[in-house]
């Protein structure tokens, strides 16, 4: 299959499952990919490319066409605002594939999609914005830095005030310019099976280019390969999809052998199932979460790694367990939250939170805090982590939970940006609990 009808008709399905409706963006592009396996990993590559591309810079997007169309895009059929976006994505950012294609093929899928009608306006508005690109015209970066940072790295408005708020604007910027940055895949070696050399080797043997992380001893880089769970160091649990940002949250734990450990909103399972390959056979991690469809998750990881000092278990993290109180070792508590750190991989992210959803997360991150912090031993250890870069969830609320447990210090707290840091967007406070007498 060629990258023309086939493939971009994927892509619009995919686009349309996200955007119309509003299912998770790498959720619904692991179900094309898994079903569609048989495509050759350039077309795999080009669904990847295309899909994630015009989800995020979508508000740029449509920004180009509204000046190239009198019909705004939230006024335009679904379908047709898809092609659209995709198009004018493919125009502006790959160079590869010929404008002339673009148009060509985008007409054939609006006719092909029942939209006959329509395939003048929408040759004709990519063929407009192919000719004239060059000239669309963006807010100054001096006089309207909010609107400028709106529309270069499509965020919503109320965003972009937030990232300039918090950080300023040239940071703010260096952000943006990090979640488009492409990265190779960071996954973390099971060291209790094998060791990371050995399975550098075995990719490398695969065609997978690997590159080891420098200060993670954990943690390799993969790039060049086709289908992550097609390869068999994977089936066989030799190592697990994990941000460099996530396994530093267990590494600053400090766990020692014999511990024990509770991660509190564990799915799908990378901390804990990191912390219980640390112990080494030892000790006891119980991995919690809400429903079903999260320890199914827990229960798959766990059987994957082969680990016996682990198990996944269905409890609500903002419900107290008084036969947990002052038992654990360590707690992790890896929190729900506005997931801003992750836009990267997550790019559809930015349109569907709001001010409103962050307030509400913060305070649901303080509600569980305050009932699990009772679970940790006197001289223990709390981890609270967000994949977010939102100060109110991350940096306040530690400050609120200083003041309001006072049997804790803070001992280690870092905020990680994209751009600055390797790794996602991803915050981390390492709390002690005082010791008795």
Known sequence: MGQGENSRE???????????????????LKQVLDKYQY??????????????????????????????????????????????????????????????AVCNESVKLAGKRGFTGLKGFVNGVLRNVSRNLARVEYPSREKDPEGYLSIRYSLPAWLAAQWISEYGLEKAEEIGEGFFAERPLCVRCNTSRISREELAERLRREGVEVTPDEEVPCALWLQGYDHVAGLPEFREGLFYVQDLSSMRAVLWADSKEGDQVLDVCAAPGGKAIHVAEMLRGTGMVEARDLTDYKIGL???????????????????????????????????????????????????????????????????????????????????????????IHRAENEENTRWFLENHPKFRLRKERQLLPGADRGDGFYIAVMEKERHG
């Open 298 to 388: 827990l229960e798959e990881n766990i059987r994957r790694a082969g680990l016996a000092n682990i198990r996944a278990v269905k409890w609500d993290a903002t419900l107290p367990d008084p036969e947990k109180e002052e038992k654990m070792d360590i707690v992790l508590a890896d929190l729900p939250c506005s997931g801003l750190g992750v836009l990267g991989k997550k790019p559809d992210l930015r349109y569907k939170m709001t001010p409103e959803k962050e307030e509400e997360l913060a305070r649901l991150q303080q509600k569980i805090l305050s009932v699990v912090q009772a679970y940790v031993k006197p001289g223990g250890t709390l981890v609270y982590s967000t994949c977010t």
């Open 39 to 100: 495509l050759d990993k350039k077309e795999r590559a080009f669904i990847t490319r295309v899909v994630n591309g015009t989800l995020e810079r979508m508000i740029e997007l449509d920004h180009i066409i509204h000046s190239f169309s009198k019909v705004k895009v939230n006024k335009m059929k679904p379908v047709i605002r898809m092609i659209l976006r995709s198009g004018v994505y493919q125009i502006k950012y790959m160079d590869a594939v010929p404008d002339s």
């Open 10 to 28: 994927l892509i619009l399905d995919t686009l349309l499952l996200i955007d119309r409706d509003g299912e998770y963006s790498h959720i619904a």
